[in-house]
Each structure stands twice: as structure tokens, then as C-alpha cells.
């Protein structure tokens, strides 16, 4: 079955260091990923989707992921975060008509 | 420019009565879902529908039901609420199917006392 795993739950971070969120997919069958991003007291909004193609993703707000079938991960970067980058980050993957959502990462950026 | 939205925003329930949650888009998506989110375990999907009058169960449907009379509406009925259904409640659409990127309102955070 597709599943996805975020490997850290939290990520603290100081402001203007890069920063690697991690998750890995698991499934036989070709993929489609996502990341999005949920700020407080707020729905997920779309960071952005792999369904096919180059495998180097790009987002919005600077954030990039890199689909790597041989290690089945889709880690999310960014290579200077804001302050206002502070949310949490969910690795997702479609699953039959089921969306499977990873546990989530809490990026904590500090000044 | 309104995309899915959910109302209520919050709300305390006393163990064993009854609501309904309402959710509503005005982008023409065929697709909606309802999804809980506990903390550390990401979102569970609860129901879908393709379409008006099409739903089906999710990973968690037990406790909930659904229905869509309509395409921009698509509520969710908790029947003799369960301290197990404390969460935050979020609904989503998507134009087709789940290989496109869902479109979500801003949440209903319910308490069961």
C-alpha cells in the first residue's frame, strides 16, 4: 500500500540557515507527491506536487523538492528560511481515492 | 474569492448529541473530502464524493456520515458524539480525482466533554 514517512517530527532551525525536511514513499507503482504547508489555525495550502517529469521540484516561497526513486524519497529544502517560514509541513502521496498524509514536521525557525 | 468554506470555526459538544458540519466551495470541484487531524498523526481521510449524490467511506468512517445533494456542498454529520472525535475537522476539494493538489478551508476545532 502507498504510504509516506516524515522521518523528523520537529526541525528547529535559525533564520537565513538552509533547511531539509524529510520523507520517504513507499510504493511499486509510479508516483505523485505533494508538500504542503499549514500555518496556524489554518488549512493546508500547496507547496508543490511531483506527477511527473523533471525530478527537481519547484515551489512557492523559495521551497524545492527532489523526487529520488532508487532511495523513494521526496525530501523538501529551502536554502534560507524567514521567520515566517514557521508551520508545519506535511509529505503526502494519493493512495486509491485516499490522499495518505505523513505525520507532519514542525519547522521552528528562530532569529 | 472564497475556495472551500467551513463553518463552524469551533465548538464544545456534550457526549451523545448531534451536529453537522458544513462545508461549501464555489470552485465547481467535482471532488470533496472530509479529513481529521489529531496531533502527531496527520490527516485521516473520514469520507469522499466524486460528484453530487456519490460518497464513500475513507480510512475512518465510523461515528460519521455524510451526504451531497449538491456539487458545492458536502456536510458532515457526527451522530452521539464520542470523546474519541475531539479533533480538528478540514474539508477539501479537488477538481477531478486524488492525483490533483486539494484545495482546503481553514478547519472546525471540536471539543467532546
Known amino acids: 500500500a502507498q504510504s509516506v514517512t516524515q522521518l523528523d517530527s520537529q526541525v528547529p532551525v535559525f533564520e537565513e540557515a538552509p533547511v531539509e525536511l524529510r520523507c520517504n514513499y513507499s510504493s511499486s507503482v509510479s508516483v505523485y507527491l505533494f508538500w504542503y504547508v499549514q500555518y496556524p489555525n489554518q488549512g493546508l495550502q500547496l507547496l508543490l506536487k511531483y506527477l511527473s517529469g523533471s525530478t527537481l521540484v519547484k515551489g512557492i516561497n523559495g521551497f524545492e523538492a527532489e523526487f529520488n526513486k532508487s532511495q523513494t524519497s521526496f525530501h523538501l529544502r529551502k536554502p534560507s528560511v524567514h521567520i515566517s517560514d514557521t508551520a508545519e509541513y506535511f509529505c503526502?502521496?494519493?493512495?486509491?481515492?485516499?490522499?495518505?498524509f505523513g505525520a507532519g514536521t514542525r519547522l521552528t525557525v528562530k532569529p | 474569492n472564497a475556495g472551500v468554506t467551513q463553518t463552524p470555526k469551533f465548538r464544545i459538544l456534550k457526549i451523545g448529541q448531534s451536529m453537522t458540519l458544513q462545508c461549501t466551495q464555489d470552485m465547481n470541484h467535482n471532488y470533496m473530502y472530509w479529513y481529521r487531524q489529531d496531533p502527531g498523526m496527520g490527516l485521516k481521510l473520514i469520507y469522499y464524493?466524486?460528484?453530487?449524490?456519490?460518497?464513500d467511506k475513507g480510512e475512518v468512517p465510523n461515528g460519521y456520515n455524510v451526504s451531497r445533494s449538491t456539487t458545492e456542498d458536502f456536510p458532515l454529520r457526527l451522530e452521539l458524539a464520542a470523546p474519541s472525535q475531539t479533533s480538528v475537522y478540514f474539508c477539501?476539494?479537488?477538481?477531478?480525482?486524488?492525483?490533483?493538489?486539494?484545495?482546503f478551508g481553514d478547519g472546525t476545532r471540536l471539543s467532546i466533554l
Open positions: 503526502a502521496s494519493p493512495h486509491n481515492n485516499d490522499m495518505r
Open positions: 477539501a476539494s479537488s477538481p477531478t480525482g486524488v492525483n490533483q493538489p486539494q484545495h
Open positions: 464524493s466524486v460528484g453530487a449524490g456519490i460518497t
